[in-house]
């Protein structure tokens, strides 16, 4: 009997090490996020909710792993990953060769463009060369601001929070924001309040695409891009993207 106790004992307590390491085993990997990006991130009462987040989460839960959210300016995220402080970093990042030289990307999830945002009464500006000698609101940081810099000569205010472009915007401060197209259309629906409207979709000046940022030669970059692969084949994808465009992906 005492036997047949002692085989039961070494057998849970066996069972219970095992389940143990397999909980501490799983990993958590830290995630920069940008601190508003509407609708890919921005945060809503005590929680970041979008896009951009519930993507991340259904990868995450194919890969396996947890996620700590690390809520920085976007001009942190690249640095962040280079020092190592971050495993992944998620923000509408364009993929560019530049910063492909500096982190890994995951496949594209995303397409957009460039897009202008003016006052609904404003007149004249329908092609981003309208906005020559004009005062621009740009995000620091972002491929559109360094493309804008480059090919239109305007008076440029850059804004480490893209929110704040748009205040100024409506306060007659800045005569545009120009920044990624689902951005100014979520933020027009949700907070322009009919005082500003969209222009220059028939102007397209830089097609980008979006991918979650990783260390360079990250260990996740392949797992990623599988665990995404699979969420667009078995429709998780589309069902995240029309909560969020009300529409379907292409």
Same mark, same amino acid.
């Given at each position: 009997?005492?036997?047949?106790?002692?085989?039961?004992?070494?057998?849970?307590?066996?069972?219970? /090490?095992?389940?143990?390491?397999?909980?501490?085993?799983?990993?958590?990997?830290?995630?920069?996020?940008? /601190?508003?990006?509407?609708?890919?991130?921005?945060?809503?009462?005590?929680?970041?909710?979008?896009?951009?987040?519930?993507?991340?989460?259904?990868?995450?839960?194919?890969?396996?792993?947890?996620?700590? @959210?690390?809520?920085?300016?976007?001009?942190?995220?690249?640095?962040?990953?280079?020092?190592?402080?971050?495993?992944?970093?998620?923000?509408?990042?364009?993929?560019?060769?530049?910063?492909?030289?500096?982190?890994?990307?995951?496949?594209?999830?995303?397409?957009?463009?460039?897009?202008?945002?003016?006052?609904?009464?404003?007149?004249?500006? /329908?092609?981003?060369?309208?906005?020559?000698?004009?005062?621009?609101?740009?995000?620091?940081?972002?491929?559109?601001?360094?493309?804008?810099?480059?090919?239109?000569?305007?008076?440029?205010?850059?804004?480490?929070?893209?929110?704040?472009?748009?205040?100024? @915007?409506?306060?007659?401060?800045?005569?545009?924001?120009?920044?990624?197209?689902?951005?100014?259309?979520?933020?027009?629906?949700?907070?322009?309040?009919?005082?500003?409207?969209?222009?220059?979709?028939?102007?397209?000046?830089?097609?980008?695409?979006?991918?979650?940022?990783?260390?360079?030669?990250?260990?996740?970059?392949?797992?990623?891009?599988?665990?995404?692969?699979?969420?667009?084949?078995?429709?998780?994808?589309?069902?995240?993207?029309?909560?969020?465009?009300?529409?379907?992906?292409?």
């Amino acid at each position: 009997m005492f036997t047949t106790i002692k085989k039961i004992t070494v057998g849970f307590t066996l069972l219970s /090490t095992l389940f143990s390491v397999s909980v501490l085993a799983k990993e958590t990997l830290n995630v920069g996020v940008d /601190t508003a990006f509407v609708p890919f991130e921005f945060k809503q009462a005590d929680k970041y909710v979008g896009f951009d987040v519930d993507l991340w989460d259904a990868i995450a839960k194919k890969m396996g792993v947890d996620s700590r @959210l690390q809520p920085m300016d976007f001009s942190g995220l690249i640095p962040g990953l280079q020092s190592r402080n971050l495993d992944v970093a998620m923000a509408g990042i364009t993929i560019t060769p530049v910063r492909a030289q500096a982190v890994d990307f995951s496949s594209p999830y995303y397409d957009a463009d460039l897009l202008m945002a003016v006052k609904s009464s404003a007149t004249g500006i /329908t092609k981003f060369s309208d906005l020559a000698g004009k005062k621009v609101g740009l995000k620091q940081g972002t491929s559109g601001a360094t493309y804008m810099k480059a090919h239109v000569k305007a008076d440029y205010v850059e804004f480490p929070n893209i929110d704040n472009a748009y205040l100024d @915007l409506q306060a007659g401060n800045i005569d545009a924001v120009v920044h990624d197209s689902p951005n100014v259309m979520y933020y027009i629906k949700v907070s322009g309040n009919g005082k500003i409207k969209a222009t220059g979709q028939n102007d397209s000046v830089l097609p980008q695409q979006y991918g979650f940022a990783l260390q360079k030669n990250s260990p996740y970059t392949a797992q990623v891009n599988k665990a995404l692969a699979a969420l667009k084949a078995d429709g998780t994808y589309a069902k995240i993207y029309k909560k969020w465009f009300d529409k379907a992906p292409k």
